[in-house]
């Protein structure tokens, strides 16, 4: 079956300290996306990535990093520049003829 | 930033009776897309409408789209409980390929 996978489902992170959540496709869509929710709020863009090894900032890239050096992968790094990294972080992908397809996310709290 | 609005906030009504959410949005746009989001988890696409479309149908979901008023809803006809969710939308600009969300409407069907 095709999709994408977000891994780990909880991820807790100390202070001053970078943590790298996963995400892969299997559908061969050439864009990929991560989004991040707080609580009550909507979807608020980081990252994309249209082609490999190109990307571009979104509305809330401050503190993130990405690295797209393969068509199924693209890695978000919440890193310690990021003063509040506690929420839900949801990757997507697309194609230009599909609707976008969202992972299951990864819930991130800072300890 | 945010383009979208859904509105109401917040919607609860007993099973079998129909529900409507709204979306507002502020500049021009490609298509639109709903989505559903059970508790802590990925989003699911609804259903897509195009910018040239004015109505939609897909089983017991009916979306329409006024561009004049940069305005989409999402009727649920003889609603379920399984259908409790927050419903998101999102508008994908005519300039580019990411797609922007709003804060998202949660529905409460009571059995």
């Known amino acids: 079956d095709g999709g994408i996978t977000q891994s780990p489902k909880y991820l807790f992170r100390k202070e001053g300290q970078n943590v790298t959540l996963s995400c892969e496709q299997n559908l061969n869509h050439d864009a990929m996306y991560w989004y991040r929710q707080d609580p009550g709020q909507g979807l608020r863009l980081i990252y994309y990535?249209?082609?490999?090894?190109?990307?571009q900032k979104g509305d809330i890239a401050e503190g993130y990093s990405v690295s797209r050096e393969k068509k199924e992968s693209f890695p978000l790094t919440v890193t310690s520049a990021q003063k509040n990294p506690t929420a839900f972080y949801l990757c997507?992908?697309?194609?230009?003829?599909?609707?976008?397809?969202f992972g299951s996310g990864t819930r991130l709290t800072v300890v | 930033s945010q383009q979208g609005e859904e509105d109401p906030q917040a919607l609860s009504i007993q099973e079998g009776e129909n529900a409507t959410m709204n979306c507002s949005y502020k500049?021009?746009?490609?298509?639109l897309q709903w989505y559903r989001q059970n508790s802590g988890r990925g989003l699911v696409h609804l259903i897509l409408?195009?910018?040239?479309?004015r109505e939609k149908h897909s089983g017991r979901l009916r979306v329409t789209l006024d561009t004049s008023k940069k305005s989409s809803s999402l009727l649920i006809t003889a609603s379920r409980a399984a259908d409790t969710a927050s419903y998101f939308c999102a508008t994908d600009a005519e300039y580019g390929n990411k797609l922007v969300f709003g804060a998202g409407t949660i529905l409460r069907v009571k059995s």
């Open positions: 500049t021009s746009i490609n298509n």
């Open positions: 409408i195009r910018s040239n479309e």
């Open positions: 997507a992908s697309t194609s230009p003829t599909a609707a976008f397809s």
């Open positions: 990535s249209q082609i490999v090894n190109d990307f």
